[in-house]
């Protein structure tokens, strides 16, 4: 089975490939100085503002800030997940791609995934085939044209359908007991509750769990169907079914209809966030074909992050009944730690009764679009009148409850000029200063630490008359050069006082990175910093996983000098697929980096110097480990047949670690 694509293979892969000339084969290229010059391929513009290096072998949009290499390219242009695009660069420059050999572990997990793939995408096929053969399809067809859809979108969304009957798709697909076991656990068949395994005169063991519905598969960003949805066409209960959890779909972190939205746009300005499959097919049905729904469960942080890395802009389109409020109060929520400076949230409530579905077969594709437009209120007009509903900001107590309710959920917004103009918005309702709101907020903080109930003790075997008393277990930690570092609390430098945490108090509501990810926060800010590293090989040998990413960033900026935030951001989507991108561009948008100053505890402002905090961090670093080390010598010391050369003694002699 197909491990990893080796490194040094994709970095020989860009190396030999020339990115002007996968550009100009998709987009027509002009020749502009040193560099060449087109109309960005992913939004509209009349200005030509995409710009292509032959020499840095990278581009990069001026308008919408899209940027990276090759590989990067034909991920964005030709849709591609990873391993695709280095297939289709690498048969271009006529070469094979290795792969890893996994771990045996790894290799079944795989394997198992790989089938579950293919099973669901079977049943898919099986699904849209009854939908057009079925003696019983005459009644699906006619309910999706009486809610207006057409064999175009139909075929666009592969809806299908589940005949009625218990065993329709085990018939089709799970023929043997194996092939039932799949299906069970791609969440198409149920286990019968009386099965217990020894099948009885051919009875089966299994029945489907689709039956007489239309469905709508689930696809994941590469396409491929996941799970399914199913509407039913009598008047069984539930109304609407969906897939369970299986090793393959995660609910939490799909939206029904992204794939189908990236198909239908070349770059996507905005998406609708909705509650319902058919609420997305309506949309697409009228021209809106940015729609996308969570899948039966509410708007979480996973699905905005998703939903933030195709678009800017979020509009939430919730009925404006009691549970739409709820779950937009809910989508709220989970955005606002998303909520960088640059993005929009917008809500549209519709009238008691409606649904995007409803809505938009009665006024049409574009009114739908323009009450979006006009009426779709921004997250910070809707925060405060949801919040403030019941309120009357004209008295103390009013606004003493809007600051306790909405301070705590400010503190969720990441650092940034949004999130000062929220809390200015804040005190400018309430009548209270930045210090008082932070002083609620740690009140609120309290508050919720004290409600929590305290931490289950652990749970001990009581002795047996002959056991032998519990001896703690002294195992000296091993001396490597960054292993597991102790808390800041312990570092402990007679020699130099000045980097004990009593010298550096953490101010009142600061929020600290640890010291490994400060480092690579500072780095990416201030690519300059790498050039004070000397030797970057202690970090790749560190068995800290942030250490050895800094490493990793520490070389690539060295090799690439000159590279901005987003180059280096960019680089990194293309060329690592192991989720280090992600903590790279969380780490970007970390406190104390994107700003160029810090606020002080009186609420002024003192100057953040990157140099300075990066020296301050190595040095942390270095009398952790030297502390590492000097523990080890003496718990060898105290070991038996413990001993120590003269050099090492000396080293304990001047150090008094702390109890």
Not at 33 to 53: I, L, M, Q, R, W
Not at 231 to 258: A, C, M, Q, W
Not at 406 to 422: F, K, N, S, T, W
Not at 542 to 569: A, E, M, N, W
């Amino acid at each position: 089975m197909a491990g990893k694509i080796p490194q040094h293979f994709i970095d020989d892969l860009l190396a030999r490939a020339d990115i002007v000339e996968l550009v100009d084969s998709r987009v027509k290229l002009r020749k502009t100085g040193k560099n060449y010059s087109a109309c960005c391929p992913f939004h509209d513009e009349k200005t030509p503002s995409f710009t292509v290096s032959p020499d840095k072998q990278f581009y990069y949009c001026f308008g919408c800030g899209a940027n990276g290499n090759a590989v990067g390219f034909l991920m964005e242009y030709d849709r591609l997940g990873f391993p695709e695009a280095v297939e289709k660069l690498a048969a271009s420059q006529g070469l094979e791609v290795p792969r890893e050999q996994l771990a045996p572990g790894q290799e079944k997990r795989q394997r198992e995934s790989q089938s579950l793939y293919q099973l669901t995408e079977k049943a898919a096929d099986y699904y849209r085939s009854q939908l057009r053969a079925h003696p019983s399809a005459g009644r699906a067809v006619a309910y999706l044209r009486n809610r207006g859809l057409s064999g175009e979108i139909a075929r666009d969304f592969g809806i299908g359908l589940a005949p009625p009957g218990w065993d329709n798709l085990l018939n089709e697909l799970g023929d043997t007991a194996q092939k039932a076991d799949q299906l069970e656990q791609a969440g198409l068949a149920i286990r019968r509750q009386d099965s217990d395994g020894n099948s009885k005169s051919g009875q089966r063991h299994h029945y489907d769990r689709f039956r007489n519905r239309i469905i709508f598969p689930i696809r994941d960003q590469r396409g491929r169907a996941i799970a399914f949805g199913g509407r039913v066409l009598g008047d069984d209960k539930p109304k609407y079914l969906n897939s369970p959890e299986t090793p393959i779909f995660h609910k939490g972190r799909e939206l029904y209809g992204l794939w189908e939205a990236r198909q239908a746009n070349r770059s996507l300005e905005r998406l609708i966030v909705v509650e319902g499959y058919m609420d997305v097919v309506a949309l697409a049905q009228f021209g809106i074909r940015c729609a996308v729904a969570t899948l039966g469960t509410a708007c979480g942080e996973e699905h905005i992050k998703l939903a933030f890395r195709h678009a800017p802009e979020l509009v939430f389109c919730f009925d404006g009944d009691q549970a739409g409020r709820a779950a937009a109060r809910r989508a709220l929520e989970a955005a606002l730690p998303q909520m960088q400076d640059g993005r929009s949230l917008r809500f549209l409530l519709l009238p008691e009764g409606e649904d995007p579905d409803t809505l938009v077969r009665q006024v049409g594709g574009e009114r739908f679009e323009q009450l979006l437009d006009e009426q779709a209120r921004p997250l910070e007009d809707f925060l405060f009148d949801l919040l403030g509903e019941d309120i009357n900001l004209q008295t103390m107590g009013g606004r003493a409850r809007l600051s306790k309710q909405a301070a705590p959920l400010l503190d969720l917004l990441p650092e940034g000029v949004y999130r000062q103009l929220m809390f200015q918005q804040l005190a400018a309702r309430t009548g209270l200063d930045k210090e008082t709101l932070q002083e609620v907020i740690s009140a609120e903080k309290a508050r919720a630490r004290a409600s929590q109930p305290p931490p289950a003790q652990p749970q001990t075997r009581p002795s047996r008359q002959g056991d032998a008393p519990p001896q703690p277990a002294e195992q000296p930690p091993a001396p490597t050069e960054y292993g597991d570092l102790p808390p800041a609390e312990e570092y402990d430098a007679p020699d130099s006082e000045q980097y004990r945490p009593s010298a550096k108090p953490r101010r009142s509501g600061q929020y600290r990175l640890p010291t490994e990810r400060m480092l690579i926060a500072l780095l990416l800010h201030h690519p300059q910093l790498a050039q004070q590293i000397d030797d970057s090989e202690r970090f790749h040998n560190s068995g800290d996983p942030d250490l050895q990413l800094f490493g990793k960033l520490v070389d690539v900026i060295k090799h690439r000098p000159g590279q901005t935030l987003y180059q280096l951001l960019g680089h990194w989507r293309g060329h690592y697929r192991d989720g280090s991108h992600e903590t790279l561009e969380t780490l970007a948008s970390s406190p104390l980096v994107t700003g160029a100053r810090m606020l002080a505890r009186n609420g002024n402002f003192e100057e953040y110097a990157p140099e300075t905090e990066f020296r301050d961090c190595l040095q942390r670093l270095e009398l952790a480990v030297s502390k590492q080390h000097k523990r080890g010598l003496l718990n060898q010391l105290k070991s038996s047949n413990g001993q120590l050369s003269a050099e090492e003694l000396a080293i304990l002699a001047h150090w008094k670690p702390k109890n």
